[in-house]
Structures are given as C-alpha cells and as structure tokens.
C-alpha cells in the first residue's frame, strides 16, 4: 500500500479488534486488508505456526503488522487463551472446517455469551449444510482454490483460444470468493452490531461465492445465442474474444496487446490509429454482428496489423491514444510501470488510490 494511502485511510477502522484464527490464504489476506484499514489484528497461530510460512515472502506480505501469537488448539489453556481475546474482540475470523471450533469448545453461542457483540466469520471451502435448506454433503471435504474454481464453474470459463482448458495461477476463489466478500459481509455486520448491540456468525463458502461472481457468463448466453446463432462457449463469450473490439491480438514478437474498445467511439478511434477507416462501421453497435463476414474480416485485419509490428512499437503507437488499447505486462513489466511506482515494499493489498 503507498504511504499517501496510508495517510488518507489507516485510521479508518481504529478501534476494530479482529482475532484471526484463519491459515494460508483466504483469511490472512482479509485480515491484511482490514489491518490497511487501522483494525488491530491479533493472529493466533498454533504451536508449529501457520503452514503459510513456508512461503516466506507471500507469509509476510499477508501478515506484517499484525499481533502474533502462538497457542496449542488442544489444550484448555490455549482455548481459554484465545476465548479471552474474543471477550475484547469485535470480529473473530476463522477458516476451519464445520464442526472444528465446535468440537475445540469455541462454538458461536459459546463465544457470543462472552461477547454478545462478536461477529464470528468462517471462510469454508464449500460451506455449511443446515439440513434443511442446504442439503449437500460437501462441507466436509477437503479443498483448495483449484477445487472451489473447478466446483464453481469458474474454471470451465478459463479456456485458451484452441478450447483447451487453461490453468491459472491467480487464486481466484481465495481473494474474490473468500477475502473479498468475508471483508465486505464482517464490515456490514460490524456496524450492524454498533447499533443493535448484537453480532451474529456469517459462513462464506468460497465456492459459492465465486458461483456468484459469475455475472457475465451467466446472463450473457442468450444474447450470444442470438447474435451468432450458436450455444456460446468460454473462449467466444461475449466478452471473451467474440468480438472484434474486444480482445486480445498477437504482436510479430508473439507477445500480446489487449484490446478494449467495446464501445462504438473507441472502436472508430482504434480503427484511425491503426489507419483502417474503412472498419469504422464495423461494429456491434451498427448492427454488424460477430457471426458476419464483415466482423470476422473485420478481425482478421486487426489481427494481421498488429502481427506486422513488436509490441514496443505498438506501445508507442497507443501511448497518447485514449481508445482502451494497451499492452499486456508481464508481472515484472508491471511493477516497473510507472503506474504502480508509489507500491512499498509489500505491495498495495486493495486497488485503492
């Protein structure tokens, strides 16, 4: 995070004490973001320490700043230990299976009778069955982000261009499905429990949630069925290299510029940059649908103009051009880009500015 966000937002939660009893990275990385935000996090680890640690730097990146400490899950000391943090807690976070706290004598209601403003977080692989409106025996399985993307259907999205599937190595189910919305939910239960004096536990499935963020392939089917005539599939999503003005193109180093321009003035730009004026009309917003001759020749001549250059000079071509037109960074690219000059040592934990 840069030091003029610090500046502008590290006070923001001071005075939130969060207790979190989460591993690896689900729940750490929450944590790092409320700690960004000024909250006092208490990390309690057991006796041989968070299995996370052996990543070294990704360890410290997640967990600098925050109160440590060791206690033995198996014994009553370390469980009284830890029950006496939640007595002064506003959040308590954990990433344990179902029943686990239960069985170690850290239920809710056990813990809420400590502290009836307690709002209790677990991050779960697969969530909660209830036996009633949540059925399913998967709240016992073991998984990790590969497993919750696959379940969730996010995987299948992920496709090269040939069709075959592609293997990411951004934990998607993690940081969206389990940081991000653990984050959002505890803060909202925060300030309800501020003005009700009652706190309450919150499960997050991060498969679930990830489901959940699926909004585009979701609603996006019919209209693709519609405008090609065919039953879509991941790499020919709408937003997913359907389209002419929105996808990536091949540079004569085999390196990638990734193209943006969905709406019509973008596209007319893009197509004066690339002295191709005769596409300008080329477009999905004139009618000109992706299933047409004109849109796929539209593509092909894209395609074969940026093969006709590296990507460095593609770069210099599109600097000054505000068409939604750049290049795709490697990651050591991208944190020698002036963009992110500002980043400390650890990196920015949110996009916030």
């Known amino acids: 995070m840069s030091s003029a966000l610090l500046d502008q937002m590290a006070d923001c939660l001071q005075g939130i004490k969060v207790v979190d009893l989460s591993r690896n990275l ?21 006796p041989q320490g968070d299995p996370a640690r052996a990543f070294g730097e990704l360890f410290t990146a997640l967990n600098h700043g925050k109160d440590t400490q060791k206690v033995d899950f198996r014994d009553e000391a370390g469980i009284d230990a830890i029950k006496e943090q939640v007595k ?5 976070l954990d990433s344990f299976r179902p029943g686990v706290l239960e069985a ?17 977080v677990s991050i779960t692989g697969y969530g909660h069955a209830d036996g009633e409106s949540v059925t399913h025996n998967w709240s016992q399985k073991a998984g990790h982000d590969i497993n919750f993307m696959a379940m969730s259907g996010a995987l299948d999205q992920l496709k090269t261009a040939k069709g075959g599937q592609a293997m990411p190595n951004i934990q998607f189910a993690d940081l969206a499905g389990g940081s991000d919305t653990a984050v959002i939910a ?15 536990h919150i499960n997050i499935s991060m498969t679930h949630s990830l ?22 599939v991941p790499q020919y999503d709408f937003l997913g290299g359907l389209l002419p003005c929105y996808r990536l193109y091949k540079t004569s180093d085999d390196r990638y ?29 004139m009618g000109v649908m992706p299933n047409t001759k004109d849109s796929q020749a539209a593509a092909q001549a894209i395609a074969d103009k940026f093969a006709s250059h590296n990507l460095a000079y593609w770069q210099q071509v599109f600097e000054s051009a505000d068409v939604c037109v750049t290049p795709v960074l490697t990651l050591e690219e991208a944190r020698l880009h002036p963009l992110f ?3 400390d040592e650890y990196g920015a934990t949110a996009g916030w500015q």
Request: proline residues 6%; aromatic residues 6%; contains cysteine.
């Open 257 to 285: 510029m990734a193209i943006g321009s969905l709406e019509l003035k973008f596209w007319q730009g893009l197509c004066e940059v690339l002295e191709l004026p005769e596409l300008k009309t080329k477009h999905w917003q």
């Open 26 to 46: 689900p729940g750490p990385f929450a944590t790092r973001l409320l700690a960004d935000l000024g909250a006092q996090i208490v990390k309690i680890e057991p």
């Open 186 to 200: 505890l803060l909202a239960a925060v300030i309800a429990a501020k003005s009700t004096g009652k706190g309450r």
């Open 88 to 92: 002064e807690a506003d959040v308590m």
């Open 341 to 343: 000059a500002h980043q």
């Open 104 to 120: 170690m004598g850290l239920s809710f209601s056990e813990l809420q009778a400590l502290n009836p403003k307690l709002v209790m």
């Open 211 to 232: 489901y959940h963020h699926m909004v585009m392939p979701k609603s996006t089917g019919k209209l693709i069925e519609q405008m090609t005539g065919k039953k879509p």
